[in-house]
């Protein structure tokens, strides 16, 4: 009995996503670098688009102190939950389990169950988190912070409107890789990004307006407290074994993503002066920190799909595919940081914001972009083979651990980069 032979991973034809003019630079696997290196423009586009949003919410981040060290490790959540949820629908797509099933208990169900449940669990634990490192800074002479019912009005309601928008988009991506031809794995982590950075932080300035209104924020809060309580006692009481599963997996990974965030906000608070100095250095900030994770993204998922379909086998150094997908992130990092640090330039002049000047931004952005993607590729390499020895499902800790790692990191790179070239 014969069938058809299920294509590698890294040898899907899509001529339509094709760039010619980059064939050279992106190599041989052209086809998989065209359809990243587009979903990657135009995450980094929408995430300068967030850094000038966050400019833009200035007075209301002085109104309520503690927000600010809040707001990245909320954006990052949304890809640290969506694009596992992305890796996952992807190896099924590949393996032949997947059906588009709206049943509870079917595939598709039970992944979708369990991202929202995560989603709700994940937001109060971040909430907590957050009202202690935003102790930690009032401790250390700032001014009292928002409460913990505050944070968990925000993180909760905030959280759950981008959540359901990013589902919207997650599960659209996978009926476009279907109907397209795509590989999901090479524009989930970067499209993913785009839109947890764009609709994120929205949802949690929405979510502002509830907060600081005495009782009604409290009542508010317990509120969605006992109902995230319900929602996580009710996986585990199910048969879902699938949701079950992916809930336990991805909870404690997802909160220690968490922690690394607001860690890297400490890190970058402390060097404020440098970015007051030359205001664009805000701008491009969330683009370098999100196009370094969504690198890490893309080359997680691939490996995650690989180990599955049995394409790559375990060693201490890459070898075969997992070396051919490294060589291309590397490939993908050289136009895509040139691109931010020169958007990123043009579009501090057009808008009037301090800059050290086009080429100094497009060096910080390249440099400290290769040692930020050298880090990934440890990372994801190595974190992918620890969780399958340990029987642990790839998909689900892939992304979260490049981007706990990332955070740190991608704060203390950026930070250094600029020390190297001279940035005041």
């Given at each position: 009995?014969?069938?058809?032979?299920?294509?590698?991973?890294?040898?899907?034809?899509?001529?339509?996503?094709?760039?010619?003019?980059?064939?050279?630079?992106?190599?041989?696997?052209?086809?998989?670098?065209?359809?990243?290196?587009?979903?990657?423009?135009?995450?980094?586009?929408?995430?300068?688009?967030?850094?000038?949003?966050?400019?833009?919410?200035?007075?209301?981040?002085?109104?309520?102190?503690?927000l600010l060290l809040f707001i990245?490790?909320?954006?990052?959540?949304?890809g640290n939950l969506f694009g596992?949820?992305?890796?996952?629908?992807?190896?099924?797509?590949?393996?032949?389990?997947?059906?588009?099933?709206?049943?509870?208990?079917?595939?598709?169900?039970?992944?979708?169950?369990?991202?929202?449940?995560?989603?709700?669990?994940?937001?109060?634990?971040?909430?907590?988190?957050?009202?202690?490192?935003?102790?930690?800074?009032?401790?250390?002479?700032?001014?009292?912070?928002?409460?913990?019912?505050?944070?968990?009005?925000?993180?909760?309601?905030?959280?759950?409107?981008?959540?359901?928008?990013?589902?919207?988009?997650?599960?659209?991506?996978?009926?476009?890789?279907?109907?397209?031809?795509?590989?999901?794995?090479?524009?989930?982590?970067?499209?993913?990004?785009?839109?947890?950075?764009?609709?994120?932080?929205?949802?949690?300035?929405?979510?502002?307006?509830?907060?600081?209104?005495?009782?009604?924020?409290?009542?508010?809060?317990?509120?969605?407290?006992?109902?995230?309580?319900?929602?996580?006692?009710?996986?585990?009481?199910?048969?879902?074994?699938?949701?079950?599963?992916?809930?336990?997996?991805?909870?404690?990974?997802?909160?220690?993503?968490?922690?690394?965030?607001?860690?890297?906000?400490?890190?970058?608070?402390?060097?404020?002066?440098?970015?007051?100095?030359?205001?664009?250095?805000?701008?491009?900030?969330?683009?370098?920190?999100?196009?370094?994770?969504?690198?890490?993204?893309?080359?997680?998922?691939?490996?995650?799909?690989?180990?599955?379909?049995?394409?790559?086998?375990?060693?201490?150094?890459?070898?075969?595919?997992?070396?051919?997908?490294?060589?291309?992130?590397?490939?993908?990092?050289?136009?895509?940081?040139?691109?931010?640090?020169?958007?990123?330039?043009?579009?501090?002049?057009?808008?009037?914001?301090?800059?050290?000047?086009?080429?100094?931004?497009?060096?910080?952005?390249?440099?400290?972009?290769?040692?930020?993607?050298?880090?990934?590729?440890?990372?994801?390499?190595?974190?992918?083979?620890?969780?399958?020895?340990?029987?642990?499902?790839?998909?689900?800790?892939?992304?979260?651990?490049?981007?706990?790692?990332?955070?740190?990191?991608?704060?203390?790179?950026?930070?250094?980069?600029?020390?190297?070239?001279?940035?005041?």
């Amino acid at each position: 009995m014969t069938g058809r032979r299920l294509p590698s991973p890294g040898r899907l034809s899509v001529p339509r996503l094709a760039w010619r003019p980059l064939g050279g630079l992106l190599g041989p696997a052209r086809a998989d670098a065209s359809q990243s290196l587009v979903a990657l423009l135009l995450s980094a586009t929408t995430s300068l688009i967030t850094g000038f949003a966050i400019a833009g919410f200035e007075q209301r981040l002085r109104d309520f102190p503690g927000l600010l060290l809040f707001i990245p490790a909320a954006i990052g959540l949304r890809g640290n939950l969506f694009g596992p949820l992305g890796s996952r629908l992807s190896t099924a797509i590949r393996t032949g389990t997947f059906s588009w099933s709206w049943r509870l208990d079917s595939q598709l169900g039970q992944n979708v169950a369990a991202t929202m449940a995560t989603s709700l669990g994940a937001a109060v634990g971040l909430a907590l988190i957050a009202e202690v490192f935003a102790l930690m800074v009032q401790g250390s002479g700032g001014v009292d912070p928002i409460s913990l019912t505050d944070f968990v009005v925000v993180s909760v309601l905030g959280g759950t409107i981008a959540s359901l928008v990013v589902l919207g988009i997650t599960l659209a991506l996978a009926v476009g890789s279907a109907r397209f031809g795509w590989d999901l794995d090479n524009v989930t982590a970067p499209l993913v990004s785009a839109s947890g950075d764009f609709v994120t932080l929205p949802a949690l300035v929405l979510a502002t307006t509830l907060i600081g209104r005495g009782n009604v924020t409290t009542t508010l809060a317990s509120l969605l407290t006992v109902i995230v309580l319900v929602a996580v006692v009710a996986v585990f009481r199910s048969n879902l074994l699938i949701c079950r599963r992916i809930v336990i997996e991805s909870m404690p990974i997802l909160l220690l993503a968490g922690v690394l965030s607001l860690v890297a906000g400490l890190t970058l608070e402390r060097s404020i002066d440098r970015f007051l100095t030359f205001t664009v250095l805000l701008v491009m900030l969330p683009g370098f920190l999100s196009t370094g994770g969504a690198l890490g993204g893309i080359l997680s998922s691939r490996l995650g799909t690989k180990m599955h379909l049995g394409f790559i086998e375990p060693g201490l150094l890459p070898r075969g595919e997992a070396r051919t997908d490294i060589g291309i992130t590397y490939r993908l990092a050289v136009p895509i940081f040139v691109f931010l640090g020169l958007i990123a330039g043009l579009a501090g002049a057009l808008f009037d914001k301090s800059s050290p000047g086009i080429l100094t931004l497009i060096l910080v952005a390249v440099s400290g972009g290769l040692i930020v993607t050298t880090m990934v590729a440890a990372v994801a390499y190595l974190g992918t083979l620890a969780v399958v020895r340990f029987g642990l499902d790839p998909d689900n800790h892939g992304i979260p651990i490049v981007s706990a790692s990332l955070d740190v990191v991608g704060a203390l790179t950026f930070v250094g980069v600029l020390l190297v070239w001279g940035v005041a």
